[in-house]
């Protein structure tokens, strides 16, 4: 495998000290035969979680148990950072989006071994949000109940119906073309596939350049969601349906104020990458009590990780992710 080692510690902006588990004989091709003695698994910020470390600590503490390998979780700046993380060898085990999880493998040698899955279903699309309905929808929005917490949102332009809420794109995307110059928008880093990734793309195919937009930044899918609740952006980018993300109390009328009126194509989920440096027997043993953790404490995976379950990867998902990741490397 080839490793890449010369990326500079203060890319990674770790919120914590990590401790890299590798020896001597992990800097040599084809990774360490040695079992280490500690193991540092790389979390993604959350908004909704003001400590993620301690509420994620029924997984490494799962893991440790398990394996009789302590495993720390550190939170890093964003998902490119965990990666470089695995790629510095400051972190072993990294939960990342589908784009890191072929940016790991590609660069570093990793091993993407897990994929993400919500409710039976391994991709998404990316959504626009909007509080001026009047402007981006074509038809009357109706409310259709999102399966996460069984709340009605509000739907235009074919993105959903009363009977039928799958959240499959691509729908409702010529409506983008209502988009003004120096709208403000709401989105999260170039690395975000749902947060600006895809969106951009759809931008592009209806003729649009998000350099004529008034960016508004945010770090995270439920922040662009209340920039648009707040009046701060008209439109948002986000995964689907990232309004179920927010805490009721923190948006009481949200259901009533926001509308998605587009969902881009399908992208896969993210997923579960693990170092080169683990030796295999090692790897193998994660990625099957990770696989697992989902009967142990669905809880858990459902609040803090916002998913359902840890699925084998599909080659062909690191394979579009990939494609995309060509687009933005220009």
């Not at 800097?27 to 993620?52: H, R, W, Y």
């Not at 071994?113 to 074509?138: H, I, M, S």
């Not at 993300?245 to 009328?253: G, L, M, Q, V």
Request: charged residues 25%; hydrophobic residues 40%.
């Amino acid at each position: 495998m080839r490793r890449l080692r010369t990326v500079a510690a203060s890319v990674f902006a770790l919120s914590i000290s990590l401790t890299a588990c590798s020896s001597d004989s992990a800097d040599k091709d084809g990774g360490s035969d040695e079992q280490p003695d500690k193991l540092t698994l790389a979390l993604i910020p959350n908004e909704k979680v003001n400590d993620l470390v301690t509420t994620a600590k029924p997984l490494t503490d799962y893991l440790s148990d398990e394996l009789g390998v302590e495993v720390e979780g550190v939170v890093t700046k964003d998902y490119q950072a965990a990666v470089e993380a695995i790629g510095s060898g400051q972190a072993d085990i990294a939960i990342a989006s589908a784009a890191q999880l072929a940016s790991a493998e590609d660069m570093y040698g990793a091993h993407a071994v897990l994929q993400d899955e919500r409710f039976g279903a391994a991709n998404y699309a990316g959504q626009f949000v909007t509080n001026n309905p009047d402007k981006y929808c074509e038809d009357k929005p109706v409310k259709a109940t999102y399966n996460a917490n069984d709340t009605e949102y509000l739907y235009c332009n074919g993105t959903a119906t009363a009977k039928e809420n799958k959240g499959q794109g691509p729908k409702g995307l010529e409506a983008l073309k209502k988009i003004e110059k120096d709208t403000p928008v709401a989105m999260l880093g170039a690395t975000s596939p749902a947060g600006y990734q895809l969106p951009v793309m759809a931008l592009e195919n209806q003729g649009l350049s998000v350099d004529d937009l008034k960016k508004v930044p945010v770090t995270s899918n439920d922040a662009s969601i209340m920039a648009v609740y707040n009046d701060d952006a008209e439109v948002g980018f986000s995964f689907w349906d990232a309004r179920s993300t927010i805490d009721a109390k923190e948006a009481p009328d949200l259901a009533d104020k926001l509308v998605v009126f587009g969902l881009t194509e399908m992208y896969p989920n993210g997923g579960v990458v693990i170092s080169d440096d683990v030796p295999e027997d090692m790897r193998d043993e994660i990625t099957n009590l990770m696989d697992g953790f989902s009967e142990v404490d669905p809880e858990t995976m459902s609040k803090i990780f916002d998913i359902t379950d840890w699925v084998p990867i599909q080659p062909d998902a690191i394979e579009k992710a990939r494609k995309v990741n060509e687009r933005f490397s220009q």
